[in-house]
């Protein structure tokens, strides 16, 4: 019923979006600050140098006396025990005079060096950071709570953050190095990792790792932050659960997989549902889920699969859903495709700034993947597949915010015509530099999906949802 619907101009009602908000470009980050003194590096580190002159002896003299290779066929446990008895040694041959407190926190600074990841360690493991970014051994950033900030932790070298970078992607059977300089990868916990090594990056190995939130943030987490108003959450419920077929664009570390991850909590348990991944982020609650990841060329440069290879292997699966974390490339085709014959209710994310954005993007990736197709049989594809565009914005003070609930509702000509629902308008800032704004309703009370909200006997909650919203 719910197949490939007209793409004509029989889609009522329309209506030229007007974006009230356009989202944020980064120039509004307030002119003129530039000049101010960079803030002092958060402390996350409090040890003195006079510790790390210590360590640095023990360390050379441990690296002397122990047979890595050797090290490295023993579990974490055994190993540990080797180098803490060795250290001891080593402490008392020195006669380093250092309280048993200090001891004890000398012997797990060196067993994170040895077997873990040395100065990232303490960054691991905290929760509440979203992002790790190592410019080089001499500079950590770190962003927490939507603020990027300069950390006081350093690596010995470039040469210990190479190690740590390699022994990082070693563990899913790559290499990071000269000849192959840019590596992509995981943690054990699942946190995402990109490392990109000299020459190609000037001043040192560049690590960046997008930390893996154990408890993903839920659509009531984003209605506590204020990313989206309570009707626009039911709203948004209602959208994931009705099978309309979404689109998550956001800029970089926007929040899309979040998003993503929370429309996918509206899924119904009995539904079979294909995720498809570069890195498997996602966390879907269902029963009936198959995750699949998309695999880098091997280090002779074949055996890759791309994600359109999974996409397309995804029709041969029986899914009711497909489910692709990021769309970046020609398998833009195939998801509207799949979107377009049957499998309602799919969802993808995509870097772009506006809901108008998304649409261009997702028309130059099919245009840009080699199919020769005229534009207006694109948009007429576009149309036919895709319901609504959640846009999601890092706003200039480091939150998080839905800015656009927007419908594609036709073409007109060659134009394709979208309809908001809601939008995130900024009225200001506080005196602490926060953005002030709100979510509003534009007004309109049957979407297009009205018919779709009907057919799964959601439309009485949908009209309460945005009357409410329209109310306020
Ligand atoms: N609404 C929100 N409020 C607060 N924090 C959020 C919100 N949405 C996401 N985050 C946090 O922001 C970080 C980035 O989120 P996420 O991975 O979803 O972004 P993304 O847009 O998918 O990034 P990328 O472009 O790198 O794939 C995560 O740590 C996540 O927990
Ligand atoms: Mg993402």
Known sequence: MFGKRPSGNDTAPRERAKPVVPPPPPAMKQAGKGAEAPPPPVVVDSRSDQYYEIKTTIF???????????????????????????VNEIISIKNVVMSIAEQEQLLQDICNDVLGYGPLEPLLARDDIADIMVNGAERVFIEVAGKVQLTNIRFRDNAQLMNICQRIVSQIGRRVDESSPICDARLPDGSRVNVIAPPLSIDGPTLTIRKFKKDKLKMSDLQRFGSISPEGATVLGIIGNVRCNVLISGGTG?????????????????????????????????????????????????????????????????????????????????????MNTGHDGSMGTLHANSPREALQRIESMITMGGYSLPSKTIREMVVGSIDVIVQAARLRDGSRRITHITEVIGLEGDVIITQDLFVYEITGEDETGRVKGRHMSTGISRPAFWERARYYNREAELLDALEAAAAT
């Open 254 to 338: 926007s929040g899309k997989t979040t998003l993503l991850n929370c429309m996918t909590g509206f899924i119904d348990l009995d539904e079979r549902v294909v995720t498809c991944e570069d890195a498997a982020e996602l966390q879907l609650q269902q029963p009936h889920v198959v995750r699949l990841e998309t695999r880098p060329p091997n280090l002779e440069g074949t055996g890759e699969i791309t994600m359109r290879d999974l996409v397309k292997n995804c029709l041969r699966m029986r899914p009711e859903r497909i489910i692709v974390g990021e769309v970046r490339g020609p398998e833009a085709f195939d998801l509207l495709q799949a």
């Open 60 to 86: 050379n003299a441990l690296i002397d006396t122990i047979d890595l290779a050797q090290l490295a066929q023993l579990d974490a446990a055994s190993a540990r025990e080797e180098i803490r008895d060795i």
